[in-house]
């Protein structure tokens, strides 16, 4: 795969993080990082970002999450099962549910009211028992790009040393990292990820890291073309891992 092409199709995830919710992962203190004048609004008028914020997002459901799926009026249907890996899973009576980029109170509307086919007033109360992998995405001007996980907190720096480093053509001043924010709302900041001099910036499960090669126009080209080009949900390879979305 050509980097242009793996470029296009990784930043294609930005279109598409409506399934790659979740907010896993340490937040960012108060006062870390700044924001630079290139995410003012307007600064990419061509592009849909939200206005950047660091409050937490109501939490929502992902590949591999454990989740218990209680029926107090029908004990017997009660489960405890894992979201599969296209985000579904398997209840009784109503057979396949779409669970991911649900929060649980949205995943218990839906099970009831597929319920309420076979029972009278069912109740349905969703609970998180684990959390599955957390994945961020690294792109751009790094050695080994690709999907990483996220072994305990980590922060933009250290996604980048987990990613094979900064090639020597890196733009270290100008990274963009994007992320799902409340109401699955994309947003992008620019960090300086200087070593000894760059900012701190603890990451969220599903977010991206775009290291250009000279300036953050090139992103801005790289979803101009892509904007209309991709679904919602869509399959893609990186190193030759395939990831669902």
């Known amino acids: 795969m050509t980097v242009d092409r793996r470029h296009l199709l990784l930043l294609g995830v930005a279109l598409g993080l409506s399934a790659c919710g979740g907010n896993a992962g340490r937040m960012p203190s108060p006062g870390y990082g700044r924001a ?42 009660t489960r ?12 009784p ?20 009211a597929a319920l309420s086919t076979q029972l009278v007033r069912p109740v349905v109360e969703v609970t998180l028992k684990q ?62 990820l200087r070593p000894r001099r760059g900012e701190i910036v603890a990451l969220r499960r599903g977010d991206i890291l775009f290291v250009p090669r000279s300036n953050l126009g090139e992103l801005a080209n790289f979803f101009t073309q892509i904007r209309n080009a991709l679904p919602v949900g869509f399959t893609y390879s990186i190193n030759g891992q395939y990831q669902q979305f």
């Open 93 to 112: 009576l109503i057979g396949q549910v779409m669970a991911a980029d649900r929060t649980l109170f949205e995943l218990e509307s839906d099970v009831s």
């Open 36 to 77: 630079d004048a290139a995410t003012a609004p307007g600064a990419f008028p061509d592009i849909p970002f939200a206005d950047w914020t660091d409050a937490e997002p109501e939490y929502v459901l992902y590949p591999g999450d454990e989740i218990e799926v209680a029926t107090p009026t029908a004990p017997e249907l």
């Open 80 to 91: 405890t099962l894992k979201v599969g890996p296209d985000g579904r899973v398997s209840l």
């Open 131 to 192: 959390a599955g992998p957390v994945r961020v995405w690294v792109d751009g001007e790094v050695r080994t790009p690709g999907v990483y996980e996220m072994l305990g907190d980590i922060d933009a720096y250290q996604a980048v040393i987990q990613a094979g480093g900064f090639l020597p053509t890196a733009k270290l001043t100008q990274v963009a990292l994007i992320r799902r924010g409340p109401g699955g709302r994309r947003m992008m900041r620019v960090l300086d």
